[in-house]
Every structure is written in structure tokens, then in C-alpha cells.
């Protein structure tokens, strides 16, 4: 049975005094069992104080981006050596905002997934439509190319690595979410574009998050679907309490 992960992806909040606090309260409330992850996602600034917040504890801390370069000269950018080193597990790489506000792109995710590997770091791949293509019946074929270009070159091994975030750029903090059935619908087509590129084993390895306005009112019904593995969630994630909340959803 593949685990549960459930991911806070806090985005640009909180200051660091918030940022201590929420870690302060939900990491000794974190289940400590083999049904579900927790992951928060924090700015680059908040990394070295979460971590070492969350040593010894069921939170694991991830960034929100990074460069596919270990060093040289790209003024305002993280590299992945730098994440490694601060004891960070985890990096979101091609969330839609990314791509749309500072041009990431399928061939960049790429290269960052490739490098996150390269110092045993875990991505948390984005995909996902907007409401123009989803409206055009195009969603399948564009998430399917995103998670193909996203996987490229990668072995096996790393694949079944991979946590890959299906979120429909039209239910990201809009308060729409995708029914349950059609959340779960293209996570089931993600698998199977997974199982194309490599095969049917690894594809079943492979966790896939929603991620769209998940909150703890609707979590139950989504994760209760075949081929839902967890939630990447942004507004919901910021309280401790709804955070707990999601945690424990994963757990049951």
C-alpha cells in the first residue's frame, strides 16, 4: 500500500516567528506510522530553523523550487547542494506558479528533477491544466506530456521515487476543486502515463498527490480514491490545526 504524503505548501507567509511556532505546535502530534508523510514546504529563509525544529520528529522540510546547477553564477537562486546541506528532504519543482510567473518550464523541471536526485533529495513534481484546456478536453494530453518530460531519463528506480502532484491550475486558491471522481480520474491517467514510460510495478510505487483548494472538509472523499496518494495544500496548510487535521485524514 503506497503511503499517504501530505504536503503544506505555505508559498511567500509567514515570518520566521510564525514559522518556528507552527512547528512548535504540530510536531509532536504528528502520527508516527508507516499510512502517511508530513512535509512543510517553507520559503528559502525558514529552512535552517525548520529543520532543526523538526530533527528528531515525524516533519519532514522541504523548499519550494531550486536551481538544476550546484553553483556558479545565478544571482537570487538555491541550489541543491545548499538544501542537502541545511538537512532539507524534499523540493516542489514545477508548480504552476512557477511556470507562469518566472518561466519554468517542462525542459527546467526536468533538470531540476535530475537534480534533486543527484544529492538524494525527493521532488515533488507539479502538473496540471488551466481552465481553458481543461474546457478544450485537452487535460489528459497536457498533464500526460508534462509527467513524460518531467520523468525523462531517469531510472526506474528514481521514478518510483518521484511524488508527482496532479493540481488543476483552476482549483489552486480559487475555492474550486475538482469533484473527487475527476481528481482521482487523472491521477488514475498520470499512473498510467508512468507505467508507459516505465512499467506497470514501478507506476503502483509511485505516489501521486491532488492538490487544488484541499481542505479538511473535502480531504476524506479525496483520499478515499484509488489513485489519489496524498495532498499538496496551499491556504489549508498555514494553521496548525487544519494542517494536523490533513495529517491525520492520511493516517486512518
Known amino acids: 500500500m503506497r503511503k499517504k504524503v501530505i504536503a503544506g505548501n505555505w508559498k511567500m507567509n509567514k515570518v520566521l516567528a510564525e514559522a ?33 525544529k523538526a530533527k528528531g520528529t515525524n516533519v519532514k522540510v522541504s523548499a519550494q523550487n531550486m536551481h538544476f546547477e550546484d553553483n556558479g553564477a545565478f544571482t537570487g ?6 538544501l542537502k546541506d541545511i538537512g532539507v528532504t524534499h523540493v516542489v519543482l514545477g508548480h504552476s506558479e512557477r511556470r507562469e510567473y518566472f518561466a519554468e518550464t517542462d525542459e527546467t523541471v ?3 528533477v535530475h537534480a534533486a536526485f ?17 474546457e478544450a478536453n485537452e487535460t489528459k494530453a497536457l498533464v500526460g ?3 513524460k518530460k518531467a520523468l525523462e531519463g531517469l531510472s526506474e ?3 518510483a521515487k518521484t511524488i508527482i502532484a496532479y493540481e488543476p491550475i483552476w ?16 491521477c488514475a491517467h498520470v499512473r498510467e502515463v508512468v507505467k508507459e514510460v516505465t512499467s506497470e510495478e514501478i507506476a503502483e510505487q509511485v505516489v501521486i498527490q ?18 489519489i496518494d496524498g495532498a499538496l495544500v496551499g491556504g489549508a496548510s498555514l494553521e496548525s490545526e487544519s494542517f494536523l487535521q490533513l495529517v491525520e485524514a492520511g493516517a486512518k
Open 20 to 52: 518556528n511556532q507552527f512547528i512548535d505546535d504540530v510536531k509532536d502530534k504528528i502520527p508516527n506510522n508507516d499510512n502517511v508523510e508530513a512535509i512543510v514546504c517553507a520559503p528559502y529563509v525558514h529552512l535552517p530553523s525548520l529543520v532543526d
Open 77 to 82: 537562486e538555491v541550489s541543491p547542494v545548499m
Open 110 to 112: 526536468n533538470k531540476k
Open 118 to 134: 543527484n544529492h538524494d533529495l525527493t521532488p515533488i513534481v507539479c502538473v496540471g491544466e488551466t481552465l481553458e484546456q481543461r
Open 145 to 147: 506530456d508534462q509527467v
Open 157 to 159: 528506480a528514481q521514478v
Open 171 to 186: 482549483a489552486i486558491g480559487t475555492g474550486k476543486t475538482a469533484s473527487s471522481e475527476d481528481a482521482n480520474e487523472v
Open 210 to 227: 491532488y492538490g487544488g483548494s484541499v481542505k479538511p472538509a473535502n480531504v476524506d472523499e479525496l483520499l478515499a480514491q484509488s489513485d
